[in-house]
């Protein structure tokens, strides 16, 4: 029951997330947006989540994890409001920061009330089926925004996006309290980061950033460079949807892949597919090749967040679960805020097919950051033998 009422919060909010960022990434090339705005525009959605994720993660440990829930949904709700009745620049700027803001209290919430229910056995099966509802609303809405953006308006891809936002408030209210027992001292922000020392973590939280950024590049900037190829919205939306489907393939088969390999090769050997994928999509001109290197992009970038959301709570103390969930959010949010600045300013000066090789190359350089080293004393054992 309780993991059937999250998966349903989490499919619903990415169906909203995933149908709107490409409709407002195009709904501001339309109002004449550069491409260096559109990069800014992009990274609004992560600013105050970078500013906030620890402390939200704080609050979900005091006062559980329903409340987070409902009132982040209602602020996604008011995010999609605004420019639906407001169309301009200034109003996707403003949904922008609403959204971001309001997504970081339900990510969070959510993965730490799983991760606060589940077992040590169970718990790559709990964050792979989020995985796995994660990617299912990645597959389903950028059709769903392609569609609306281009048989009736922008504004009903915001219209119905509020609507999904409003209706997920029942469902959180089933969203169990769970108090943690929190220290009588105050802990600062030193203390927090503190808690990223175990090198188990930090593995954790530099995958994930590698990856969230990378798909919120290309989900960003895919639409702007096929627009000028000539490729309609709904056709945008299918190529965008194909990512999330292979996600969702994935991560459907991610536990039985964590039991027949060591987790270190598969994020090394996903995000290394993620970066090839990504540097030769630059060098494709037809949907189909757009469709192939879209899917084994989404099979990449699939395993990297179930992995490093449970790596980060098996790791952390249990009195402060949210907290270091709240710290691995806030690392993914200064990807997502410095990514797209970058990433706006290079293709600004080379054109959008830059990002493309650019960020691949970045993926690739970070799987080889992260690729598993054979300890010493099994390395000795080779040599003597």
């Not at 995933?18 to 525009?41: C, H, K, Q, V």
């Not at 489907?245 to 390999?261: E, T």
């Not at 597919?273 to 090749?289: D, H, K, Q, R, V």
């Amino acid at each position: 029951m309780l993991l059937r009422n999250v998966l349903l919060i989490v499919l619903g909010f990415q169906i909203v997330i995933n149908a709107t960022r490409p409709i407002i990434t195009l709904n501001a090339y339309d109002m004449n947006a550069s491409m260096f705005e559109i990069g800014i525009l992009t990274a609004s959605f992560a600013i105050f989540p970078l500013l906030i994720a620890i402390k939200a993660g704080k609050i979900a440990d005091a006062i559980g994890d329903r409340l987070p829930v409902i009132f982040g949904l209602i602020g996604m709700a008011i995010g999609m409001f605004i420019p639906y009745v407001y169309e301009s620049i200034w109003s996707l700027y403003v949904s922008q920061i609403f959204v971001g803001s309001s997504n970081i209290f339900i990510a969070l919430s959510l993965q730490n009330v799983l991760g606060s229910t589940a077992t040590k056995e169970n718990r790559d099966y709990y964050y792979s089926m989020f995985g796995l509802a994660v990617a299912a609303g990645a597959f389903v809405g950028p059709v769903l925004g392609g569609y609306l953006s281009e048989h009736f308006s922008y504004s009903s891809g915001f219209f119905v996006s509020m609507i999904i936002c409003i209706l997920l408030i029942g469902f959180a209210f089933y969203i169990p309290v769970v108090l943690k027992k929190q220290s009588v001292e105050k802990v600062s922000l030193g203390s927090s980061l503190q808690l990223v020392k175990d090198p188990h973590i930090q593995k954790a939280l530099f995958s994930s950033a590698l990856v969230l950024y990378s798909k919120d590049i290309f989900v960003a900037y895919f639409p702007l460079y096929a627009t000028d190829m000539g490729i309609s919205t709904s056709t945008i939306g299918w190529i965008l949807s194909i990512q999330g489907l292979a996600m969702m393939i994935v991560r459907f088969i991610l536990p039985k892949l964590l039991k027949m390999a060591d987790r270190d090769i598969i994020l090394f050997s996903s995000v290394l597919l993620a970066g090839t994928s990504f540097l030769i999509f630059a060098l494709s001109n037809s949907i189909i090749l757009f469709c192939i290197f879209s899917c084994l992009m989404g099979f990449g970038l699939g395993c990297g967040q179930p992995i490093s959301m449970t790596t980060t709570y098996n790791a952390s103390p249990k009195s402060r679960t949210g907290e270091v969930l709240g710290i691995r959010l806030m690392t993914n949010r200064l990807s997502q805020f410095i990514a797209p600045v970058f990433f706006g300013a290079v293709g600004g000066w080379a054109g959008v097919v830059s990002v493309f090789y650019v960020s691949g190359a970045f993926l690739i350089g970070g799987a080889f950051i992260m690729k598993p080293r054979k300890r010493k004393d099994e390395s000795k054992s080779v040599k003597a033998f």
